[in-house]
């Protein structure tokens, strides 16, 4: 049965109306996700005894928690890379983020109970659940644009709006309630959030007919590949052969030397790397090589970018806790909502620093995603300058003023605005669509190492104090912000125009390749 979508129906505000239901359950799920992750490590580290009006904790040290921390953190991320593969390969982009959803309800659900089995299995359940969820959801808004349309990127801007606004409300009524109520009551709000997700995300499925489906896709694009034949051509090249002998020496010195955990890891990073390697030896010529290559690239800067960033959720959280003043007005302000800061700057700036950046495009002006994601690395590093004052402020009188972090967050989510919505938009603008969800999985996937790296950096800050750790943050990743605006040009090159002539392509003409074969159904 053919059905045309009503111009009305499918455009609200210039933009598709799938995007505010994709908009609205992520808002959702990132308040479950932040709203948790915000009481993670003050949860572990508070006392058993519950001396406060918040509860027992696990009582934890603070290395302790902010190893876990990063594990988790890292996993939620990684996750998405057999996220992306079930999806490519099994079920489509749509089913599994109901799926994903689902396991997140039951998972927020278990973490609800005080006992220490369901601590752990509550994790566990986050961690699958944001595994299928997450790289799904950023793929289908993807979908809703056709290729050359600016508007791309400022729709991703608006959906990084939902995903913060959760933030923002978790980061202020979770601190609220476990403030009231203590530990698990929180949990279970965060809970409450995700099936208001969910349901959001059934009821809208009459606008997510045409994107998302398992056969949907441009029949011109690259052919559809078998992971596992994949595999089996892994040992014909010796660059790939030397790469995954490297990869598995190093799972090994990982595996003896440190702990199993970290063994695992580099297995898995063997894993991916091989799989990187033979998509690129399948990739049908050299312009797609090119850009995966540059694509791999950008996310270098990606694990740097989060590595950093995230000593919100670890270091600076514990650090607003015990060493910041945060009596104001004579009311002192829960240490969780302090993260409703990034959250709040990023509803203001967020269509703003979208606005600048498309008319610096349609001006002439440089304004490639690559020199937008090495300015957003510059400026989010800029925003630690303000914690080594913070630190050194508290070395000479034993608090420092939480001023010093309002301006920390207020860069660091101007940083974020110039690299997190933008490599959303920049991945799908350059990968094949038979590979949208395994690269978009293989992005939150580097997401998720730079959040195991912001918790090693967190715990060496025992050994070296905040003020060396806020100093060498700053320091490497202006640095490296510096050497990729240094190196954009031939970056961009290799991209073959993949971000030339975008216009607006508004009302009739936003027809994406899958609404088009939708419609022509």
Known sequence: MSHVIDKHEKELFGHPVGLYIL??????????YYGMRALLTLYMTASTLGTDDRGAGLGWTESEALALYGW?????????IPGGMIADK????????LVGAIILCIGHGVLVLTDTWAFYTGL??????????????????GGLYRQGDIRRDKGFSIFYIGINTGSLLATIFVGLVVAEWGWHAGFGLA??????????????QRFLTHVGNLDSGSKDEVDEVSYPHLYSDLFKSPLQLGISVLLVVLSGIGWYFMDWGYGMLFLFITAIAALMMMIYKELPNQIYKDRFVVMLLSFIMVIIFWGAFE?????????????????????EIPTVMFQSLNA???IIFATIVAGIWAKRKLKGKESSSLFKMAIGIIIMGFGFLFMVFAAMEYQKTGTSNLLWLVFAYLFHTLGELCISPVALSFITKLTPVKYASLMMGVYFAATGLGNKVAGIIGESASEFGEYSVFLGILVFTV???????????PLIRLTHGAEDNEHDLSHEDNKGPELEKFEEA
């Open 72 to 80: 988790y953190t890292m996993l939620v991320y990684v996750m998405s």
């Open 23 to 32: 908009f609205f359950t992520e808002m959702w799920e990132r308040f479950s």
């Open 90 to 97: 099994l079920i489509g982009q749509k089913k599994s983020v």
């Open 311 to 331: 000593q919100a959720g670890g270091l600076m959280n514990l650090y607003t806790d015990e060493k910041t003043n945060r009596v104001l007005f004579g009311y």
């Open 344 to 346: 709040g700057f990023i």
């Open 191 to 204: 809970g409450i959030a995700m099936v208001l997700g969910l349901i959001v995300y059934i009821w809208g």
């Open 479 to 489: 640095v490296i912000g510096g050497l990729f605006v240094a190196i954009k040009k």
């Open 124 to 141: 566990g359940l986050v961690i699958l659940g944001v595994g299928l969820l997450k790289p799904n959801i950023s793929t289908m808004v």
